[in-house]
């Protein structure tokens, strides 16, 4: 074995000089300043979550955690987003994914991207721009917006202000059933083709944070709220300013609004009353609040087009199934016959991914587009989707699969013990 002697390695040192500017300017990276406040902050977001904490530092505590919260001690929220925490992606390599594609099919009619806007009521408490300027968004980036019937926007005035959108409408089936078909028809001269029934609501949940922040629904002012809304004036100043809130598919039926929520809330629900829903609307027809395989069985049975695993986003009952650990009985359940859309807990590109590679066509968000709301208005929700897709085409590339599609049998959940 030889030896290398000091010698041998030379005796060279480094020079050292004066830069010049010639050197020093390349290094320099000051980007133009952005002026706008509303584009400085979007563009600092990087994902939901920091669009969450923008929507909490700009709106109301009240107001706020009317959509961050959920019902009693908010285990059935927790443990979702705990679900997605141990999702594992199976990466393949030396594949081509210079090209891939978020594309797919919803209910038929081709989307950008695995992802319907879930229905949200009295969205425009959130921000005064409200369903009108999420549904533009959504029409944008080529995803389903669902109207809900506890909104703040009418059916027909949200579908002349954004008539390019996939407009959905989201249904209560009420004890009064010449009340509902009242706004069936509503909803079917407006030009709606999909009805989404939810059908985890026999009695509100109990969510506790609205009750000891002073918030009614309807909103309502007291000493406590009057505080809090005046800690934010440009908040204050919009909705003070714009229409007045309130439920505005419900204008032509008699009674209070706490009457009407009554017979929104219907604990006698059954599945003689789908069936009646079934075959009083011609269009696709969604379920929403799936959480059991059995009624995942029997709804497709009675022949709907699609269905929602879904807990409510952890609004209704707490300690509820979590749906991604559903999901894959469920998709084996149904095996096809019907669409199998997936929310609670979704908070990025990658979530939607993992609900898809684990059986669901699509997924659905109402916290993530109103957090976005809250930070931006209809620029934030056009930032939220830039997020969204950005996350999901780098999880495809580093998963090594050019379409969604191709994440079935991709993605596993860990045991969580």
């Known amino acids: 074995m030889s030896s290398t002697n000091g010698s041998e390695l030379g005796t060279r040192k480094i020079e050292r000089k004066l830069p010049k500017w010639s050197d020093f300017s390349p290094l320099l990276g000051f980007k133009k300043p952005e002026f706008d406040p509303v584009e400085r902050r979007l563009q600092r977001a990087l994902t939901v979550k920091d669009l969450a904490e923008a929507a909490r530092r700009r709106t109301p505590k009240s ?7 959920a019902a009693e001690a908010e285990l059935s929220i927790w443990r979702a987003r705990e679900a997605f925490s141990r999702v594992e992606f199976e990466p393949r390599v030396l594949h081509d994914v210079a090209d891939v594609s978020t594309s797919t099919t919803i209910l038929g009619k081709e989307a950008s991207f695995p992802l319907i806007l879930a229905p949200t009521g009295f ?3 959130m921000q005064h721009e409200g369903e009108i300027a999420v549904a533009r968004s959504a029409a944008r980036a080529g995803v389903p917006y669902t109207l809900s019937t506890m909104g703040t926007t009418a059916p027909g005035d949200l579908q002349d202000a954004v008539p390019s959108g996939t407009n959905w409408f989201q249904l209560y089936l009420w004890k009064d059933r010449d009340a509902t078909r009242q706004l069936i028809e509503q909803v079917r001269a407006a030009g709606y083709d999909t009805l989404v029934l939810t059908v985890d609501t026999p009695v509100a949940g109990n969510r506790l944070r609205d009750t000891r922040n002073g918030l009614t629904i309807p909103p309502s002012l ?3 709220t009057f505080i809090d809304f005046a800690m934010y004036p440009n908040w204050w100043a919009n909705i003070l300013t714009t229409e007045p809130i309130e439920f505005a ?9 706490a009457e009407l929520v009554g017979q929104m809330f219907d604990p006698s629900l059954n599945l003689d009353d789908l069936q009646w829903l079934r075959d009083e609307w011609e269009g696709s027809l969604v379920v929403k609040g799936i959480q059991s395989v059995e009624d995942a069985k029997r709804v497709v049975d009675l022949g709907v087009d699609a269905i929602v695993v879904s807990n409510h986003g952890g609004r209704q009952l707490d300690r509820a199934p979590t749906p991604l650990e559903l999901l894959p009985k469920v998709a084996e359940a149904v095996n096809g016959r019907a669409q199998i859309f997936l ?6 590109g990658a979530d939607v991914l993992a609900a898809v590679g684990l059986g669901a066509d699509a997924c659905m968000v109402g916290r993530a587009y109103l ?3 809250m930070a931006g208005g209809e620029r934030g929700v056009d930032r939220m989707f830039e997020i969204m897709r950005s996350e999901a085409l780098r999880t495809m590339q580093l998963t090594g699969v050019d379409s969604v599609t191709e994440l079935r049998g991709r993605v596993s959940l860990r045991d969580s013990r």
């Open 63 to 69: 107001v706020f955690y009317y959509v961050h919260g």
């Open 123 to 125: 969205t425009r408490m």
């Open 222 to 224: 007291s000493m406590k």
């Open 249 to 257: 598919s419900l204008k032509s039926f008699d009674g209070t609004v």
């Open 343 to 348: 929310d609670t807990g979704i908070l990025s």
């Open 371 to 373: 957090y976005a709301l």
